[in-house]
Structures are given as structure tokens and as C-alpha cells.
């Protein structure tokens, strides 16, 4: 059995980079919640940061490895630096799918 290619599985996409980035912290003998404590965002902000895009937290984690955003999230940032639109996030969830609301139609 093969394994997909980042290319033909945007969601394997996001997972390897969210492993990486985690790699990265942990090699520069940092955690998530030093991080937090470090740039004063709340508790948990940080380890977010790695499954839903929230700009502080992304900011933080950079600043800590001494990079740019754009530089650890290539799905969320376009390469000069500007973020990609929130529709853009919307299309790709690292868990696969979102929970139903109660009374939605399918």
C-alpha cells in the first residue's frame, strides 16, 4: 500500500504540517504552554494555533522559533506573507469534517 502524496490529500497536507511545526518546538527545547506564558495568550492558544488558524497564536509560535508565519504555515499564508482568506481555511478542516448543527438539513 502506497502512501497519498501531500499533493493528491490537502488534509495529509495539514497534519504533516502541523507535525513538523510540533517537531520544531520541541527541537528548540520549547513547549506550547512556554509559549502561551511567554507572549501572555491564553492557556492552550498556542497548541491551537496547530489545528484551527488563529493569528496570535501563530505569531507566537513564529516569534519563539525566530521565523515568519508564512515560513511555517504554507497552507494559510500565501508566500509573500499575507494571509489566505478565511474561505480558504473553511474548505480544508484537519479533522475531515464538522459537526452537524442541531437542525440543519442535509
Same mark, same amino acid.
Given at each position: 500500500?502506497?502512501?497519498? %502524496?501531500?499533493?493528491?490529500?490537502?488534509?495529509?497536507?495539514?497534519?504533516?504540517?502541523?507535525?513538523?511545526?510540533?517537531?520544531?518546538?520541541? !527541537?528548540?527545547? +520549547? %513547549?506550547?504552554?512556554?509559549?502561551?506564558? *511567554?507572549?501572555?495568550? =491564553?492557556?492552550?492558544?498556542?497548541?491551537?494555533?496547530?489545528? &484551527?488558524?488563529? @493569528?496570535?497564536? &501563530?505569531?507566537?509560535?513564529?516569534?519563539?522559533?525566530? *521565523?515568519?508565519?508564512?515560513?511555517?504555515? @504554507? =497552507?494559510?499564508?500565501?508566500?509573500?506573507? !499575507?494571509?489566505?482568506?478565511?474561505?480558504?481555511?473553511?474548505?480544508?478542516? +484537519?479533522?475531515? %469534517? *464538522?459537526?452537524?448543527?442541531?437542525?440543519? !438539513? *442535509?
Amino acid at each position: 500500500m502506497t502512501r497519498p %502524496s501531500p499533493k493528491a490529500n490537502p488534509v495529509f497536507d495539514r497534519v504533516a504540517e502541523a507535525r513538523a511545526i510540533k517537531a520544531k518546538v520541541v !527541537q528548540a527545547g +520549547l %513547549s506550547f504552554a512556554q509559549i502561551d506564558r *511567554t507572549f501572555k495568550l =491564553s492557556a492552550g492558544t498556542a497548541r491551537q494555533a496547530l489545528r &484551527e488558524p488563529n @493569528p496570535a497564536g &501563530e505569531r507566537a509560535i513564529a516569534a519563539a522559533l525566530g *521565523t515568519k508565519p508564512h515560513f511555517l504555515w @504554507p =497552507s494559510r499564508y500565501r508566500p509573500s506573507g !499575507q494571509r489566505r482568506s478565511q474561505l480558504d481555511w473553511n474548505k480544508i478542516r +484537519l479533522t475531515g %469534517s *464538522t459537526p452537524k448543527r442541531a437542525g440543519a !438539513q *442535509t
